[in-house]
């Protein structure tokens, strides 16, 4: 194991404990956040950021040691030069493996591996009260360790982690499948989540689209060793508009990994990006997720959007819809009806998912053998003037009738007894008084709805 990594560990403890003393809430100090909701109120900020490297990558045993604020972007570029790659990497370049770990991060391999934290075999966490310990599927801190998952840093800050690797090809085969009916694109994925195959061949990765209620595709795809053609999505040409036009393409593995991130899926079109004169003069530095995260940061801050409507003659309050959520697929065209009725965002990512460890992680817990669809939707729609929060409220209602569970990335409604009934209030109540019995962090309610 790095020396660095022991050297820079023992500093962070050190510098956390002088936080506490101060009295102050803590909270990382972070260049990018992934995070789609406000922070407010003061806080000593706790400064994490060199804890960004890759210590090790063992290609026999198939695993990584990686930092927690390490981006999936340089544990790509790490491991690919392996041949390997993460069992799961998330869509965006700039997440970071502890903060998917504990935000729950999902991509195209979850129907084969479940989600990040699913693996994840060991990890280095930064207690509330200044401890470094390692918990482990096995060891004493194994309470620690499946309860990491979905708590966004309320237990302790993850400083490093061992991940587990997969073989990786050249090469991705991708082949679209159109429907018009949700019944029958649901029947695609759930053959492919159960048998791992579609027409005999291997599934690695699967994930789809909706352009409107009856214009749906899955989207799967298939490492190779050789390609006939290379498509390139990394500038003038859009990739969510590509598969409306193809039946297949093929890409390089890291293109492939990184299809979504030049235009941020299809949110690029809010920065007018969608334009190809701009891509053109701009595209070099724009066509990338940080870039869009820093100028959000920046409308977060000045309203310059809002600004901008209101001069142009548009002054109808706008809500912002920004959510991902997980619907068991016997629920999911239920889902799909009400939201394209009621919710006017299209596209709409769908990404499969099955659990790989059997409801052991209690702040998220999916249910063993289980397809689940995540339906991702980000844009605004028209704020009703009685309640500039309706459609997101409302969605939060869908889900959890549907029996579904909802991201906490972004922002959330719910009272405390909703909350921490979807969001198993005794597990995490029970992990809070063991980790942080002072009160140190916010608790997760306090985090994702108060945003406090």
Known sequence: ???????????????????????????LKKVVSNLFRERRGKAALFDVSSFDGVISIDATKLVADVEGMATYRTVVDATLAHGLLPAVVPELATI??????????????????????????????????????TATPNNQYQDLFYGMANSFGTLGYILKLTIKLIPAKRFVHLTYHQFDNMNDLLAKIESVAKTGKHQGRNVDFMDGVGFGAHQLYVCLGRFVDTAP?????????????????????YLTARDFIWRWDSDWFWCSKNFYMDRLLLRLLFGKFMLRSESYWRLLRLNQ??????????????HQPMEDVIQDVQVPIEQAAAFWNYFTKHIPIQPVWFCPTRSARANQHPLYELQPDQTYINFGFWDQVEARPDDPHYHNKQIEKQVSKLDGKKGLYSQAFYSQTEFWRLYNGPAYKKLKAKYDPKKRLKDLYQKCVEQS
Not at 232 to 248: G, Q
């Open 229 to 249: 053609y290379i498509g390139n999505y990394r500038y003038n040409r859009r990739y969510y508009r590509s598969i409306l036009r193809r039946n297949e393409d």
């Open 1 to 27: 194991m790095s020396e660095g990594y022991h050297q820079k560990r023992d500093i962070a403890a050190r510098q956390y404990q002088k936080l506490l003393e101060s009295q102050q809430p803590v909270r």
């Open 96 to 133: 970071t493996v502890g903060g998917a770990v504990s935000g729950g991060g999902i991509e195209a391999s979850s129907f084969r591996y479940g989600l990040v934290h699913e693996t994840v075999l060991a990890m280095d966490v930064l207690l509330p009260n200044g401890e470094v310990v």
């Open 301 to 314: 801050r000045w309203h310059i959007a809002e600004k901008l409507r209101w001069l142009s003659g548009q």
